[in-house]
């Protein structure tokens, strides 16, 4: 056979979920400072039906309720607010690789998807509004609020182990 099959036994680790694949298209997205708007930020709002159209308000939510979205799962109600993934889903215990991960924050909280862990035990998360863009920072552990998986799919059964500098994400707002 060509080279391309991969054996069964690696098949599953290197699958990963759609909502996951979805995210990381849009890795490097950022804000626009200033009075402008990123179009593609205020193309999510619209899809979402969102009653603002700024990327100055906080977006995490937005960026996953969108991901979700066009994978087609059902977002929670009020998925602008990061805590509103903490009654979204299924409960997890453990990290894994493309759960919805939501952070404590002080003036709020912080949502994204799991990519990894770091070497430190840092949760490597990919999210938006993440140093003012959607990108990959490792966070601590003892933030963690809750993991959670969407209803009827199947869960992940890797966290990969990611390179990472150790510098804690601290810019979410």
Known sequence: MAGRDIPKSNAAHR???VWLTIARRYDGTKEIPGKENSPVIVGWLIRLKAWWR??????CGVFVA????QAGLEVPK????ASAYLNWGVSMTAPRRGCVVVYERKGGGHVGFVVGIDEFGNI?????????SV???PFSAARVLGY?????????TDLPLLA???QLSGAEA
Not at 54 to 59: H, I, K, L, N, Y
Not at 66 to 69: I, K, P, R, V, Y
């Open 15 to 17: 699958m990963e979920p």
């Open 54 to 59: 700024d990327d100055a308000t906080p977006w």
């Open 66 to 69: 969108e991901c979700l979205s």
């Open 78 to 81: 009020h998925w602008y607010r």
């Open 124 to 132: 490597m998360t990919l999210g938006g509004n993440q140093r003012d």
């Open 135 to 137: 990108c990959t920072l």
């Open 148 to 156: 959670r998986w969407p209803s009827n799919e199947a869960v992940s």
């Open 164 to 166: 990472s500098d150790g």
